[in-house]
Nanobody
Framework: QVQLVESGGGLVQAGGSLRLSCAAS????????MGWYRQTPTKQRDLVAM???????NYADSVKGRFTISRDNAKNTVYLQMTSLNPEDTAVYSC?????????????WGQGTQVTVSS
């Protein structure tokens, strides 16, 4: 099992910045992908950004140039630096961890943290 603990959400004005953190603990495999998804009451959960254990990244088009994902493998922690926030970024942001082992794919989710951007 893997536990994910998120922090850093909150209320910010449009144009502002926030930094989300997600710390993983438990049965951590070295080869893994961590990322952030977001969901609103009217939309499905969508990928925001993801990062492999070797540092490869992928971003949703809507956040490219504004958000930066990074990770500290020694701390099993992934970060999402969000800048130039706008009201459309308002959502519950959830941390995701996935690894593939001999037993198959294993997905884990954090509890989610609310990000609210006021206009």
């Amino acid at each position: 099992q893997v536990q994910l603990v998120e922090s850093g959400g909150g209320l910010v004005q449009a144009g502002g910045s926030l930094r989300l953190s997600c710390a993983a603990s438990g049965n951590i495999f070295r080869l893994n992908v961590m990322g952030w998804y977001r969901q609103t009451p009217t939309k499905q959960r969508d990928l925001v950004a993801m990062i492999t254990n070797s540092g490869g990244t992928n971003y949703a088009d809507s956040v490219k140039g504004r958000f930066t994902i990074s990770r500290d493998n020694a701390k099993n922690t992934v970060y999402l630096q969000m800048t130039s926030l706008n009201p459309e970024d308002t959502a519950v942001y959830s941390c995701h961890y996935v690894t593939i082992t001999s037993t198959g794919r294993n997905d884990y989710w954090g509890q989610g943290t609310q990000v609210t951007v006021s206009s």
